[in-house]
């Protein structure tokens, strides 16, 4: 069964960068786009950024455009999130999401990001 | 960015009674392609999101048939026909028509 493997949160502080890792099996990871979305404490859902499925095209939320970059390593099954110049609200539990035509449909379970100073 | 607005946010049901969420974006979702990207999901306490329905009205795998999702353009609806214990959570609409994709703010779910 697909399976959406999370890693790489932690606390860090305000200005400091953090990459996350999601590790894919169970399916072609290679033929799949793959998405990122975010839940702040006690929020909903935010989406993020999008990735093709050869990592030729990108796509990124308002709030994180030109401070985080979506990326894949399809020879590793893996897909990240470099996310420089954290601030307090970027807090949150990020996922990792498969993408198909216009929707989500596997969702890892989430890694904690916590920006504080 | 396209902004989606959910009514209810909160809606106390009854089990066995239906349950109804309104879902109203501020522009029209047809893709240039003809379809319509307006899905649902469904999350549970303590767990990821889980999608229950794509392309307004589609089914995902596994998905209760008690779950109809409808609508068109500007409005869409999720209808529960009878709510059971288990669908007690936070539903949102997403849109993947136009970039970037947006929630809606979420509709809470609970027993009465």
């Known amino acids: 069964q697909v399976q959406l493997v999370e890693s790489g949160g932690g606390v860090v502080q305000p200005g400091m960068s953090l990459r996350l890792s999601c590790a894919g099996s169970?399916?072609?990871?290679?033929?799949?786009?793959m998405a990122w979305v975010r839940q702040a404490p006690a929020r909903g859902l935010e989406w993020l950024a999008l990735i093709s499925p050869d990592g030729s095209a990108k796509y990124y939320g308002d709030s994180v455009y030109g401070r985080f970059t979506i990326s894949r390593d399809n020879s590793k099954n893996t897909l990240f999130l470099q996310m420089n110049s954290l601030r307090i609200e970027d807090t949150a539990e990020y996922h990792c999401?498969?993408?198909?035509?216009?929707?989500?449909?596997?969702w890892g379970q989430g890694v904690l990001v916590t920006v504080s100073s | 960015d396209i902004v989606l607005t959910q009514t209810p946010l909160s809606s106390p049901v009854t089990l066995g009674q239906p349950a109804s969420i309104s879902c109203r974006s501020a522009q029209r979702l047809e893709h240039s392609n003809g379809k319509t990207y307006l899905n649902w999901l469904q999350q549970r306490p303590g767990q990821p999101p889980r999608l229950l329905i794509y392309q307004i009205s589609k089914r995902f795998s596994g998905v209760p048939d008690r779950f109809r999702g409808s609508g068109a353009g500007t409005d869409f609806t999720l209808e529960i026909s009878r709510v059971e214990a288990e669908d007690v959570g936070i539903y949102y609409c997403?849109?993947?028509?136009?970039?970037?994709?947006?929630f809606g703010q979420g509709t809470k779910v609970e027993i009465k």
């Open positions: 169970g399916f072609t990871f290679r033929d799949f786009g």
């Open positions: 997403l849109q993947g028509t136009h970039f970037p994709w947006t």
């Open positions: 999401a498969r993408q198909h035509e216009g929707f989500v449909d596997d």
